[in-house]
C-alpha cells in the first residue's frame, strides 16, 4: 500500500518554470515505477513522463520533450517533475501515478495522488 501526495502547482507565465513534487508513504519507494500524468478539461488522462524503479531510464511524451525533466530521489521516497519553458497547451490537472510496470497507461498504476493544478497563462 502507498500513499502519494503531490505539490508545487500554480500559476505561471508562458515561459516560466514550475517544479511539481511527489511524496511517497507506506511502501518501498524503490521498488515502484512512477509516472506524471495530465488531464485537461474534458479530455482524457494522458502520460507525460515515466521513471522506472531505478530511476536509469524516463519516458517523455513528445509534446514535452526537451522541457520537462522527471527524476527520483528513492532515499527521500520522492519523484519530481521539473517543468520548463511552459506553454498554455501544458495547463490541467497533474497526477503523480505508482505501479508495478513502466507503462504510459493508466490501468498500469495503481495509486494516485490528488493532483496538483497547473494554469500557464499569457
Known amino acids: 500500500q502507498v500513499q502519494l501526495v503531490e505539490s508545487g502547482g500554480g500559476l505561471v507565465q508562458v515561459g516560466g518554470s514550475l517544479r511539481l513534487s511527489c511524496a511517497a508513504s507506506?511502501?518501498?519507494?524503490?521498488?515502484?515505477?512512477m509516472g506524471w500524468f495530465r488531464q485537461a478539461p474534458g479530455k482524457e488522462r494522458v502520460l507525460i513522463a515515466a521513471?522506472?524503479?531505478?530511476?536509469?531510464?524516463?519516458y517523455y511524451a513528445d509534446s514535452v520533450t526537451g522541457r520537462f525533466t522527471i527524476s527520483r530521489d528513492n532515499a527521500e521516497m520522492t519523484v519530481y517533475l521539473e517543468m520548463n519553458n511552459l506553454k498554455r497547451e501544458d495547463t490541467g490537472v497533474y497526477y503523480c501515478?505508482?505501479?508495478?510496470?513502466?507503462?504510459?497507461?493508466?490501468?498500469?498504476?495503481?495509486?494516485w495522488g490528488q493532483g496538483t493544478q497547473v494554469t500557464v497563462s499569457s
Open positions: 507506506g511502501r518501498t519507494f524503490s521498488s515502484l515505477d
Open positions: 501515478a505508482a505501479g508495478t510496470s513502466y507503462s504510459n497507461s493508466p490501468q498500469d498504476y495503481d495509486a
Open positions: 521513471i522506472n524503479r531505478s530511476g536509469y531510464n524516463s
